[in-house]
T-cell receptor, first 113, second 112 residues
Framework: SQQGEEDPQALSIQEGENATMNCSYKTSINNLQWYRQNSGRGLVHLILIRSNEREKHSGRLRVTLDTSKKSSSLLITASRAADTASYFCATDRAGGGADGLTFGKGTHLIIQP | NAGVMQNPRHLVRRRGQEARLRCSPMKGHSHVYWYRQLPEEGLKFMVYLQKENIIDESGMPKERFSAEFPKEGPSILRIQQVVRGDSAAYFC??????????FGPGTRLTVT
């Protein structure tokens, strides 16, 4: 699998339910970031989690990081129609300084009203 | 503080023409990155620049593509002699340091 690969590729849930997306990566990292992209738009930064952190919260978002499994999850609680978007995880490289990020193909999330 | 600016938002070029994409980073940001996104794909890193220097161009095609970030003015991604396969969304991101990157709205290039 690619560095920063999301799972599932697509997810459709009812408004109000929780949505969980997973991301796996291959190499050691400094940080892992999650971004949201609405159709035809740019990326919006959601949250950054450092390699020495295990969990981080921001509003309705909860991100976990398991460096032993090289995986991360993004949980969106109490989903809303406006959460419909594609979600990408992005990783840097440990020791890489300010390198470019490696993105997965994304999870397309659809919230049914 | 305005976000990352990119222009044009949409660009149509015929095969063989040149495409110039511009990116103005957020104020105070000295790191600029260019990414390309094909339909239904994630972003692919192309090049990382700081003022007047290319730091990492490992994701840039070897031919026809070039990037610069001059001392004054925006960063430019230049594609010479465009082909249909160059059609994509090109995103620029900026960062003040080795941390989260802030993305512009992208330039959608269509080659006819």
């Amino acid at each position: 699998s690619q560095q920063g690969e999301e799972d599932p590729q697509a997810l459709s849930i009812q408004e109000g339910e929780n949505a969980t997306m997973n991301c796996s990566y291959k190499t050691s990292i400094n940080n892992l970031q999650w971004y949201r992209q609405n159709s035809g738009r740019g990326l919006v930064h959601l949250i950054l989690i450092r390699s020495n952190e295990r969990e981080k919260h921001s509003g309705r978002l909860r991100v976990t990081l398991d460096t032993s499994k090289k995986s991360s999850s993004l949980l969106i609680t109490a989903s809303r129609a406006a959460d419909t978007a594609s979600y990408f995880c992005a990783t840097d490289r440990a020791g890489g300084g300010a390198d470019g990020l490696t993105f997965g193909k994304g999870t397309h999330l659809i919230i049914q009203p | 503080n305005a976000g990352v600016m990119q222009n044009p938002r949409h660009l149509v070029r015929r095969r063989g023409q040149e495409a110039r994409l511009r990116c103005s980073p957020m104020k105070g940001h000295s790191h600029v990155y260019w990414y390309r996104q094909l339909p239904e794909e994630g972003l692919k890193f192309m090049v990382y620049l700081q003022k007047e220097n290319i730091i990492d161009e490992s994701g840039m095609p070897k031919e026809r593509f070039s990037a610069e970030f001059p001392k004054e003015g925006p960063s430019i991604l230049r594609i010479q002699q465009v082909v249909r396969g160059d059609s994509a969304a090109y995103f620029c991101a900026s960062s003040p340091r080795a941390s989260e990157q802030y993305f512009g709205p992208g330039t959608r290039l269509t080659v006819t």
